[in-house]
């Protein structure tokens, strides 16, 4: 059973920095590749960044620059380090994998206050 479990979510002001972490069981982890999705009030879920077992990452446009993904296999691990948060950053951040099927974290919050 996979399962994909977020943390490091909260509240920050605009141009500070937060790091989310995203816990993995049930799965081959060093060969998957992870993404970051996130979904703000009233919009549809977008993909945020993504690396690839091989440590290949890709970004959407509106966070390339600030946004940086990384993984830990030992820990089974990806992270998210975010800087300069803008307010357009506030949103539920959630982890996925496709093996198969779709697989989602919970999420976890992200408030940028400007």
């Known amino acids: 059973q996979v399962q994909l479990v977020e943390s490091g979510g909260g509240l920050v002001q605009a141009g500070g920095s937060l790091t989310l972490s995203c816990a993995a069981s049930?799965?081959?982890?060093?060969?998957?590749?992870m993404g970051w999705y996130r979904q703000a009030p009233g919009e549809q879920r977008e993909w945020v960044a993504r690396?690839?077992?091989?440590?290949?990452?890709m970004y959407a446009d509106s966070v390339k620059g600030r946004f940086t993904i990384s993984r830990d296999n030992a820990k089974k691990t990806v992270y998210l380090q975010m800087n300069s948060l803008k307010p357009e950053d506030t949103a539920v951040y959630y982890c996925?994998?496709?093996?198969?099927?779709?697989?989602w974290g919970q999420g976890t919050q992200v408030t940028v206050s400007s």
């Open positions: 049930g799965m081959m982890f060093s060969i998957t590749a």
């Open positions: 690396i690839t077992s091989g440590r290949s990452t």
């Open positions: 996925n994998v496709h093996i198969g099927r779709e697989y």
